[in-house]
């Protein structure tokens, strides 16, 4: 039985302006998910990506239901 839940606060992002992506390295394999900006191409990183279920929280405190594209 859990008493206290940590509990996920919901933010915002540019949507017309920036996409989800995961930064992926080839050489060791660190995940950064962050979100890109369309006309610039520049990455904002926002949380390091351990498990799926940090993907997840991820998701959910962006209210992000579609698919995450990695970029390497």
């Known amino acids: 039985m859990k008493l206290f839940k940590k509990k996920t606060v919901m933010q915002d992002y540019d949507r017309e302006n920036k996409k989800p992506v ?3 390295s080839i050489c060791n394999g660190e995940q950064v998910a962050g979100f890109k900006d ?3 191409g520049k990455i904002e990183e926002v949380m390091l ?3 799926e279920a940090d993907l997840n929280m991820f998701k959910n405190m962006y209210g992000i239901k ?3 594209t990695k970029e390497y």
């Open 66 to 68: 579609e698919e995450i």
């Open 22 to 24: 995961i930064k992926a």
């Open 49 to 51: 990506i351990k498990s």
């Open 38 to 40: 369309v006309h610039t």
